[in-house]
């Protein structure tokens, strides 16, 4: 006993003065937390009695910063990580903002104010019913108004008015510099000039016109027709 009494405090201080040389004692440990317990551990087999190796200080500082180098990799790939959300049993669910535009106002009054137009030209007047029957050769203002408002379907016109296809299509690469309403004068002026007595009148023209379904030009040939008796009268 007296033997162990004597050993073991020699063998204790000496290894305290062992380790004393390289500064690492008590006040220089970190305290263990779970992020850095793998440092720690590595660092405690490093300075094993068992180890064959021998690290020093600055062995020890690099490995314990590459640990920590590592950590900080990993946490930033959990950051960056998408979180996936599975929905059971659920309905009407929505996710984001919400834009509601409500355009039902706006249909509704386009609407109105297009059966209004549609209503207003169907209307036969007086005054277009006596062009319907008018023997009067249009005037060349007549078929300005006319060639002015006519717009599409004016081929459908002049097939009503005996043009051939050949006949519009040689019309169209005549005047075709000047535009669609050049062409259809021209052959509204063709056809007053060449066409029979019996057809060449305002109130033919004036029916195909009002049939084939161009009543609002028809309504511009009224008002047109009005100032020229209004000129004729004064």
């Not at 405090?9 to 779970?34: C, F, H, I, M, W």
């Not at 062409?183 to 060449?200: F, G, K, P």
Request: charged fraction near 25%; hydrophobic fraction near 30%; proline fraction near 3%.
């Amino acid at each position: 006993m007296d033997f162990f009494k004597r050993f073991l405090p020699n063998y204790l201080g000496s290894g305290r003065n062992a380790q004393s040389p390289n500064g690492l004692t008590e006040k220089d440990a970190a305290p263990v937390t779970p992020e850095n317990m793998a440092t720690a551990d590595r660092t405690l087999q490093l300075r094993s009695p068992d180890n064959n190796h021998n690290y020093d200080n600055d062995t020890i500082m690099m490995e314990s910063q590459r640990n920590a180098d590592v950590q900080n990799t990993l946490n930033v790939h959990n950051a960056n990580q998408q979180v996936n959300v599975q929905i059971s049993n659920v309905s009407s669910v929505h996710l984001g903002s919400s834009i509601n535009v409500n355009v039902g106002g706006t249909v509704s009054s386009e609407k109105k104010i297009r059966n209004a137009i549609e209503k207003k030209f169907n209307k036969k007047t007086r005054t277009i019913d006596t062009m319907m029957k008018s023997r009067a050769e249009p005037s060349h203002k007549m078929l300005d108004t006319v060639a002015t408002h006519l717009g599409s379907g004016w081929k459908q016109v002049m097939r009503h008015l005996e043009f051939s296809e050949g006949q519009i299509s040689q019309s169209e690469l005549d005047n075709q510099v000047h535009g669609t309403k050049e062409i259809i004068y021209q052959l509204l002026l063709d056809w007053v000039n060449n066409a029979d007595d019996e057809i060449r009148t305002l109130g033919y023209l004036t029916s195909i016109l009002w049939n084939c379904g161009h009543r609002e030009c028809v309504y511009r040939m009224r008002q047109t027709w009005r100032e020229e008796l209004d000129s004729q009268k004064s």
